[in-house]
């Protein structure tokens, strides 16, 4: 193979048309329109989209049994429909993933940008890599270069577990890409996986694998990540969501190195080195009781805690100008300065989103400004939305259960919908709030 990876597109209905076009020059690939049975044919890495929202959701399910066999690429299913059981029967059908647009669209665009990159760098093996390994790690803070340098410590150390600690949008997975390149495993893979992203009954096969037959329509075997990542380097990021049930067999593989797929007895060996990634304080997981102890002290044998932008002082500007620089020109448009006045509003915000919120923010204020400003009016958000209270909703004394259940619904109330925001603004996975949503062990009495 000579050509770089494609984002492969299966259109069952022109629904969010431009947006493949757009993620594809975001995340500088081909956009390839083809059909199902190009898929198995094509010489070429791709990863492949199948589309299916405005009323076609059925005849993705079936079109996923299509799939040629000899298919390894990953295909995720697009559709609009909520429902959490749709999903998993998406996923039991042979999808990679299931995502609901444009609720899930954040979600989509960080997954197909860690398989693409998973991808080019397995292509790029032979290449001499940069002597700094971190370069791509913009800032000069003191806070940010103590936790680099211990990095820099451990990475030539080609089994030692790391837990990185931090807040959402940090760069804990920047950081964890930078530690797999600059080691010994940089010849082998760097898989990522969210453990927060996928259903807990579907965590298992994701990881482990799975025979055929192992359960409905495993119509063959699939390896599943720890195999996919051998001889590299396997990302657990939201680790913290792990469910309980997973964190013993994840236990034993650290420790044996030895994984079994589900329904198989056969053992298989492992040869990778595991990054834990967390915006979750597991040590109070721990006395909570969500979260084993004694997996917490094998992941914990080194921490690194990324600051959170506002620690960072002066680098919110440096990043400010480099995102400046980088989006006008993907754009097209002219570079603009950084004015004094919007010099003073990325210093006096708090960056609750971090680098990712302040990337965001510098590409909303360039396209909705004037050709070469920066509208510091358009730089932050100031309609934000927020979960509402509301009143009457139940009365004291009540469950612990129903109060968990009412909260998912006013998240979702206030948030418009969406889903993955009112998740993220709980600080569970997608799939407990779905959870919570379809919960009727306490109903409502007009129900």
């Not at 968990?404 to 206030?414: E, F, I, K, M």
């Amino acid at each position: 193979m000579t050509e770089t990876p494609a984002l492969a597109i299966v259109q069952l209905s022109e629904s969010f048309a431009s947006l493949w076009r757009d993620l594809a020059q975001e995340l500088g690939v081909q956009n390839l329109i083809c059909d199902i049975e190009e898929l198995g044919s094509r010489d070429q890495d791709l990863v492949a989209v199948l589309v299916a929202a405005g009323g076609e959701e059925s005849r993705g399910l079936d079109t996923l049994l299509s799939i040629p066999e000899t298919k390894t690429s990953p295909v995720y299913l697009i559709g609009a429909s909520t429902s959490h059981r749709f999903g998993v029967e998406a996923v039991r059908r042979g999808a990679a993933d299931y995502f609901a647009l444009p609720d899930d669209v954040d979600l989509l665009r960080r997954t197909l940008a860690s398989r693409l990159e998973t991808l080019k760098e397995r292509r790029s093996r032979a290449h001499p890599r940069s002597d700094d390994t971190f370069s791509a790690i913009i800032g000069e803070s003191e806070a940010l270069k103590a936790i680099l340098e211990k990095a820099r410590r451990v990475i030539s150390h080609r089994d030692v577990t790391v837990l990185i600690g931090g807040e959402t949008g940090t760069g804990k997975e920047l950081l964890a890409r930078a530690i797999h390149e600059g080691g010994p495993r940089s010849g082998g893979p760097f898989v990522a996986i969210n453990c927060a992203a996928i259903p807990a009954n579907l965590l298992e096969s994701e990881l482990f694998g799975h025979v055929k037959g192992a359960f409905t329509d495993a119509r063959t075997n699939k390896p599943g990540l720890f195999e996919e990542a051998d001889s590299g380097t396997l990302l657990l990021d939201e680790i913290g969501h792990l469910p309980l049930e997973l964190q013993g067999k994840l236990l034993r593989t650290l420790d044996e190195k030895y994984i079994r797929r589900v329904g198989s007895t056969e053992s298989r060996k492992v040869d990778i080195r595991i990054l834990a990634a967390t915006h979750v304080d597991l040590e109070l997981a721990v006395t909570q009781g969500e979260f084993r102890q004694d997996l917490f002290y094998r992941l914990n044998v080194v921490s690194l805690d990324l600051p959170p932008l506002r620690d960072r002082g002066k680098d919110v500007e440096i990043l400010a100008r480099l995102f400046t620089e980088s989006l006008a020109q993907r754009y097209g448009m002219p570079t603009p300065k950084l004015s004094p006045e919007l010099l003073l509003t990325l210093r006096s915000h708090s960056w609750p989103g971090n680098v990712r919120e302040l990337r965001h923010a510098i590409e909303r204020s360039l396209l909705l400004s004037k050709p070469g400003t920066l509208d510091p009016a358009e730089l932050i958000k100031t309609g934000k939305p927020k979960v509402t209270e509301k009143k009457g909703e139940f009365s004291f004394p009540t469950t612990l259960h129903e109060l968990n259940r009412l909260a998912a619904h006013q998240a979702v109330d206030g948030l418009a919908g969406n889903k993955s925001a009112a998740a993220r603004a709980l600080g569970i996975s997608r799939s407990r709030l779905q959870r919570l949503l379809d919960d009727r062990e306490s109903g409502d009495s007009h129900d």
